[in-house]
């Protein structure tokens, strides 16, 4: 009897089609069956709802008009379904599967240890919870610098396994061929010049680009040529807000500034940063505004949790699940037969 409900009481379909032996199980087992084909009660339920205000996906011609009206573009990174969710219910324009989500969600030392497959895992967590924004997955590296043709092939999986609508990758003019490449196959490209996180170490470390004339002017060069092969819009990362603003002026494609100023088109942060979620002492970069703290919150949530517990205060009766009486009391006159070795047949 036991092994035969081990097997159907987590198929409420069978616990339904099955009413030939049920009358002849105890009245309390054989009412506790009827809550669990009839209703949910999870602590699993899917966290997914509709935003109360609907709007209409944002798309490339969205954002081309934005930067006709030269309206402000914004955009957000996202790790993982509930910080998509909640960036897509905030009506964020854009939302960025980063890279740095090997450090800020997966423990990593830089952005160079994360893996395509482990890109792929995320950007499909994000793109579940998306929508309406328009959702960008970062190319990581080592699958786009070898060859124009390897750059297509990953942008390709991002896509049709990660489920973004666009991909990003880092460089200039020396990957100008390979953004072409992409886009080509239809596929639209966020570009990336400035301080390019995956090159830091051939950069010196997490330094401020074009600060000298031939900076800035490698700036625009590398701006002008992912422009030229197609990109439809670039992130400027750590430059002179002065010559981000001019860099802007000189392209016909929209600029997403992180730590470049607020002559860019738009705006890009790394949202575990402007949120707060990390614990004191963390350093931030300079650029970096801290919106919130969401660190505090849950910090404040768990350890009064943890309290409640331990003095038995959670969970309360109103936590819990009430079992009628008349049923509680067969269950306990049943317990007290079996105890006294006078079970009935």
Not at 28 to 34: D, G, I, K, N, P
Not at 277 to 304: C, N, T
Not at 323 to 332: A, G, H, N, R, T
């Amino acid at each position: 009897m036991s092994r035969a409900l081990t097997r159907l009481i987590p198929t409420s379909s069978r616990i339904l089609a099955l009413p030939s032996w049920r009358s002849s199980l105890p009245v309390a087992v054989s009412r506790a069956l009827l809550p669990i084909a009839q209703a949910r009660q999870s602590s699993h339920s899917p966290l997914g709802a509709p935003p109360t205000h609907m709007r209409k996906p944002v798309t490339i011609n969205t954002l081309q008009s934005l930067y006709r009206k030269n309206e402000p573009i914004t955009m957000i990174t996202a790790h993982d379904f509930p910080s998509a969710h909640v960036a897509d219910h905030a009506g964020m324009d854009m939302i960025l599967v980063g890279d740095s989500l090997a450090m800020v969600a997966l423990g990593m030392e830089d952005t160079s240890e994360v893996l395509m497959e482990e890109m792929l895992l995320h950007c499909r967590s994000v793109a579940r919870a998306t929508k309406a924004a328009f959702t960008v997955g970062d190319l990581p590296m080592g699958t786009y610098e070898i060859a124009p043709e390897q750059g297509l092939e990953s942008a390709i999986r991002m896509i049709k396994e990660g489920r973004v609508k666009s991909v990003k990758l880092e460089g200039g003019v020396e990957m100008a061929s390979t953004i072409a490449k992409i886009t080509r196959a239809g596929i639209p490209v966020l570009a990336h010049v400035g301080l390019t996180p995956q090159r830091q170490n051939s950069l010196g470390g997490f330094r401020v680009q074009g600060k000298s004339t031939a900076g800035a002017l490698k700036l625009l060069e590398d701006a002008l040529a992912v422009q030229e092969a197609g990109a439809f819009a670039v992130v400027l990362e750590a430059v002179p807000a002065e010559v981000a603003s001019i860099v802007t002026k000189g392209l016909s494609i929209p600029t997403i500034g992180i730590g470049a100023g607020n002559g860019c088109s738009g705006q890009v942060l790394v949202q575990v940063d402007m949120s707060g979620y990390f614990p004191p002492g963390r350093f931030l970069p300079k650029f970096v505004k801290k919106y919130g703290d969401v660190w505090g919150e849950s910090m404040r949530a768990i350890q009064a949790y943890k309290e409640e517990v331990k003095v038995r205060a959670y969970p309360a009766p109103e936590h819990t699940y009430p079992m009628p009486k008349e049923d509680l009391s067969e269950f306990e006159r049943l317990i007290g037969l079996k105890k006294a070795g006078a079970v009935p047949e």
